[in-house]
């Protein structure tokens, strides 16, 4: 049975920073693509990395590049997500999910088949 769970979240200030983790289990780990997505208050789902299982590709939206950093370790099981000069507007419930693949074709949640329950991130002074 295919289990994700996050930890890490937490108040931060603005410019601030917070590290994510996610423990997977019930499946080869290193063999998928993982993916992190946000929701924030009233808002619908938004993708914003993942990485490959394979050659560690990452890939980031616009609204992070430069401030997250998306990471695993294949031989502990777990995805991170390092979150760098933080801002309100990244208020959010933070996801983490894995893909039917062990190439991230779509950058988005079209392939995505198992999701952690969330972490929520508040930034705020």
């Known amino acids: 049975q295919v289990q994700l769970v996050e930890f890490g979240g937490g108040l931060a200030q603005p410019g601030g920073s917070l590290r994510l983790s996610c423990s997977a289990s019930?499946?080869?780990?290193?063999?998928?693509?993982m993916h992190w997505v946000r929701q924030a208050p009233g808002k619908g789902l938004e993708w914003f990395s993942d990485?490959?299982?394979?050659?560690?590709?990452?890939v980031y939206a616009d609204s992070v590049k430069g401030r997250f950093t998306i990471s695993r370790d294949n031989a502990k099981n777990t995805l991170y997500l390092q979150m760098n000069s933080l801002k309100p507007e990244d208020t959010a419930v933070y996801y983490c999910?894995?893909?039917?693949?062990?190439?991230?074709?779509?950058?988005?949640?079209?392939?995505?088949?198992?999701w952690g329950q969330g972490t929520l991130v508040t930034v705020s002074s």
């Open positions: 990485i490959n299982g394979g050659d560690n590709r990452t």
């Open positions: 999910a894995k893909d039917s693949f062990g190439t991230s074709w779509y950058h988005d949640v079209t392939s995505l088949d198992a």
């Open positions: 019930g499946f080869t780990f290193g063999d998928y693509a």
